[in-house]
Structures are given as C-alpha cells and as structure tokens.
C-alpha cells in the first residue's frame, strides 16, 4: 500500500529552509497553531465533502528523516549540522484536530488544525494540503454527480486517466466516500475495499470474428455477471441484437449491456424496448463516455433508459475544476500557555483569516433536523442550544441573525495528542453511509447543480470581535 513509502520528503523544499531558520533562530519549540481551510466550493457548487485524513494520520504516523534523507540536506550545503542531528532523532508531537471523513464542508471552516512545535507544525503543511485537497476534490465531484443519477449507481471508471497512481488509487478511495457504487481500479478494491467492478473493452469484441462470438464466449467464462459491451460497430443493428441472442441461448444471470458513445439517450431508449420486447426486461443498461453531473442530468431528462452510469476522466481529474483550493495558514502562537491570535490581512477580503484556536459547531432544526448554519468559535465557547443565539456573517459586519429552536454539535474530532493517534478510522463503508446521512441533512436548495442556496458560515460574537481588533490594531500600525 501506498502508506508503507517514507513521504517524508514529500515536501516543499521551503519548509525545509523554515524549519532550519527556526531551528537557528531558537524558535524551534515556539508553539503555534495551523489551520487548514478552503475559500471556495468547486463547480459553484453548495458543499464540500472531507477526505483524506486516513492518509493524513498515516503520514503523521511515518514521520522520520532517513540517513539518505540526511545526506541528501547535507550536500545542500545550506544546513548546519545541528539542525541535521535534529531531524535525525525527529519524532512528530503535536495536537491535531480535524472535521471527519464525509463530512460536508464550507469555505473559512478549519478542517484540520496542528498545534505544536512551529518547527514540526509548519512543516506538515504540504503534505496536509497535498492529501485533503485532492481526496475532497474527488468526493466532492462524485457526491455531485451521484445526486445527478437520482439514485442509479454510478462506477468510477477513471483510473486510466488520473494524474499517476496515487491520484488513481486516492481518487477512487474518495469517488467511494462520495456515493460511487464501487471502481475500475483494482488495487483499490485490494487495498480500501472499494468493489472493483467492470465489463470488457471494445479490443475483446474485435479479438472475435463478429460480436456474437464474443458475447457467448464472454457469457460462458461469466455467466453470474455478464454486461457486454455492444457499440463497438453498430448498436442498434448488431450489438443489441448479438446480445439478446445470447440472453437467449445461456440464459446468464444478472446480465446487462454498456454503451459508451453516440447519443445515449436515443441509443437506451431504443436499446430497453428491444430488450423488452426480448423477454428481457431485467436487462441492465450501462452507459460512460466522458459523462459528468450535467450530461447525466441532461439525458435523465430527455428520458434516457439507463440503470447505470461509469464514469471517468470527468470524475478522476475532477475536469471542470480540479483544483480544491485549500491553504494552511498560521492562526496562533502560545507564551507561557497564553495563546497569541495571529491574522493575515489582505486587500482580498477573502484571504483575511479568522484568529486563534477555534472549533466548528453545526447547528441543526429541532424540527426538521436539517443543518441551519455553521458557526466557528474559539476553543471552549459553548453555544446555547434552544435560545436565542446571535451569529455574525464575517463578510459583512451589519449582518446578524438570531437562532431558536436548534440543537448543537462540534463538527471536529481531537485525532492526535502530543504526536500519539488517538483516533480510530471508520471503515469506508462507515465514511460513505455517514457521508450520505449528513449530505442528506442539507436543504435541497444547497444541494442544487446549479446556482444554490449559499450556506452559511458565521462566527460567534467573541471569535468576531477578535477578528476586527485585529484588524484595527493593524490598521493602526
């Protein structure tokens, strides 16, 4: 498995100059607090999902320098030898907390914090970034188009165009814990236990004389699962027709076609009345090529017969913005166990920060039991459930909006203490099913493709005002 290489150079050269600059600078021990978050939700879309932390623990878990690691800095010639003895007795002691696989997520929210020595802290920061970015990348696109299919699973056939192997293996681990029915990745269903699934390729259909042949011979090797693939030359007037001939002939059990180009919707529609008229109608019918959430949409609405859907390059890369955006800012210091807030001010008013070490609070209609609003706090605030409880929207200083009737719960886990894991990853399945309960505590008009409803993100009263002291401290300098 991939976790078993030493990632530990996996890394931003800078970080490494850093923590020889704080190491020089005597601030090797200085305590500080990290924040990861993201700004902006990818496709437009209404929600994030979370993913990655089970890799991120498995590199927290594998941090040491090796000889070779060590060599390699040396003749760098740019680090003292002292700084070299450091890394070589590294071991990793920081505090991490992070907001749970599956969990639907919103821009400003810290999704991971590390509290620790700044030299150890700081360093991570690539490797958090590298691991969460892409695996909420993927389960977020695989959430949205599996709402897209309206309840018809949906198969992640992109291994073949990921970004490398990890990529590959990662993105079908996320495509999972987004909705997918399972994957063409093999190493994956080995490794994670995402089902590997799959027909046959176009090249087994021309090894044949003609398609009959290789539909009956595909259906004696496979008779308990047998989808052949019937647009290699024409569907319609030879694929479909091969197919029912050999429903006919070995009768195999749970049996389907795919088709994977043309206009699927015409081609299933066509497809389902004459496997119908066949006698066949617990026939599944399968469609890829290059499918994304509004082509799924789409055909669905011009009525196309589809049990399923593979899909691939669209979902792997995450084609229409495969970038997640998330970033790891610095949010606090600690003197003598007194926490020092820390903000970057920026002309952007977006990449302003949010101080100090703070939680996330989800709270939820006591009535219908969906989400209403998501407020960041400082460590230890409690929020008040049932009474009036006042929220402050950070992008605008006169919003404020008072909530009743609502129940509370702290988005985020503690996953390490002082370096020691003291968090038990669920099963993937467990991630998925949790994925799809909270996805489903969102209101419809979040979970809209297009144009949603913005759900928002506020910080309590406290939280706000040291933000805007904050800022006017700054303004003042």
């Known amino acids: 498995?991939?976790?078993?290489?030493?990632?530990?150079?996996?890394?931003?050269?800078?970080?490494?100059?850093?923590?020889?600059?704080?190491?020089?600078?005597?601030?090797?021990?200085?305590?500080?607090?990290f924040d990861m978050?993201?700004?902006?939700?990818?496709?437009?879309?209404?929600?994030?999902?979370?993913?990655?932390?089970?890799?991120?623990?498995?590199?927290?878990?594998?941090?040491?320098?090796?000889?070779?690691?060590?060599?390699?800095?040396?003749?760098?010639?740019?680090?003292?030898?002292?700084?070299?003895?450091?890394?070589?007795?590294?071991?990793?002691?920081?505090?991490?907390?992070?907001?749970?696989?599956?969990?639907?997520?919103?821009?400003?929210?810290?999704?991971?914090?590390?509290?620790?020595?700044?030299?150890?802290?700081?360093?991570?920061?690539?490797?958090?970034?590298?691991?969460?970015?892409?695996?909420?990348?993927?389960?977020?696109?695989?959430?949205?188009?599996?709402?897209?299919?309206?309840?018809?699973?949906v198969m992640e056939f992109g291994t073949r165009r990921a970004h490398g192997g990890s990529a590959a293996i990662y993105g079908a681990r996320a495509a999972y814990i987004g909705g997918?029915?399972?994957?063409?990745?093999?190493?994956?269903?080995?490794?994670?236990?995402?089902a590997a699934l799959g027909t046959m390729a176009h090249s087994w259909v021309q090894m044949f004389p003609n398609e009959y042949e290789a539909f009956r011979k595909y259906a004696e090797i496979y008779p308990e699962n047998c989808t052949l693939l019937v647009d290699t030359y024409n569907v319609l007037k030879s694929g479909v027709p091969s197919a029912i001939r050999v429903f006919d002939e070995l009768k195999p059990k749970n049996k389907g076609i795919r088709i994977d180009s043309g206009d699927v919707a015409y081609l299933t529609k066509q497809a389902r009345k004459m496997l119908d008229e066949a006698g066949h109608e617990d026939c599944k019918i399968v469609v890829s090529n290059s499918l994304d959430e509004y082509i799924i949409q789409d055909i669905i609405v011009e009525g196309a017969c589809i049990d399923s859907f593979g899909v691939g390059?669209?979902?792997?890369?995450?084609?229409?913005?495969?970038?997640?955006?998330?970033?790891?800012?610095?949010?606090?210091?600690?003197?003598?166990?007194?926490?020092?807030?820390?903000?970057?001010?920026?002309?952007?008013?977006?990449?302003?920060?949010?101080?100090?070490?703070?939680?996330?609070?989800?709270?939820?209609?006591?009535?219908?039991?969906?989400?209403?609003?998501?407020?960041?706090t400082l460590d230890g605030e409690a929020i008040p459930e049932g009474d009036d409880y006042e929220i402050f929207d950070p992008r605008a200083v006169w919003k404020r909006k008072k909530l009743n009737n609502f129940y509370v719960r702290n988005l985020r886990?503690?996953?390490?203490?002082?370096?020691?894991?003291?968090?038990?990853?669920?099963?993937?399945?467990?991630?998925r099913d949790y994925c799809r309960q909270q996805v489903n505590t969102l209101w419809e008009e979040t979970l809209r493709l297009e144009k949603p409803q913005i759900y928002y993100v506020d910080l309590s009263k406290e939280l706000w005002e040291m933000k805007n002291r904050l800022i006017e401290e700054y303004n003042q300098l």
Not at 114 to 126: H, L, M, Y
Not at 184 to 191: L, M, Q, S, V, W
Not at 336 to 353: A, L
Not at 413 to 431: E, H, L, M, R, T
């Open 313 to 376: 390059e669209r979902l792997i890369t995450a084609k229409s913005e495969p970038v997640f955006g998330g970033v790891y800012k610095l949010s606090a210091l600690e003197k003598d166990g007194v926490m020092i807030p820390k903000i970057k001010i920026s002309e952007n008013v977006e990449k302003i920060t949010n101080p100090g070490f703070k939680t996330v609070y989800r709270l939820f209609d006591k009535d219908s039991h969906k989400a209403i609003a998501d407020v960041i």
């Open 180 to 194: 997918c029915a399972g994957t063409a990745c093999a190493i994956a269903d080995r490794d994670y236990g995402v």
């Open 1 to 33: 498995m991939i976790e078993k290489l030493n990632l530990t150079m996996l890394t931003d050269f800078y970080e490494i100059t850093m923590a020889n600059g704080y190491f020089e600078s005597d601030m090797a021990d200085d305590i500080a607090y």
């Open 37 to 153: 978050f993201f700004r902006k939700i990818p496709d437009e879309g209404g929600y994030a999902i979370m993913a990655g932390l089970e890799q991120v623990i498995n590199y927290l878990n594998s941090l040491e320098f090796t000889e070779e690691d060590i060599e390699y800095l040396r003749g760098k010639r740019i680090f003292s030898e002292r700084f070299l003895e450091y890394l070589g007795d590294f071991k990793f002691v920081c505090d991490v907390w992070a907001i749970p696989e599956g969990t639907p997520i919103f821009p400003g929210e810290p999704m991971l914090t590390v509290r620790g020595p700044v030299i150890q802290a700081q360093f991570v920061e690539t490797m958090i970034l590298l691991l969460l970015n892409h695996q909420s990348l993927i389960a977020t696109k695989a959430s949205r188009i599996v709402r897209a299919a309206g309840g018809r699973p």
């Open 413 to 431: 886990v503690q996953v390490f203490d002082k370096g020691n894991c003291i968090y038990q990853s669920p099963s993937i399945d467990a991630i």
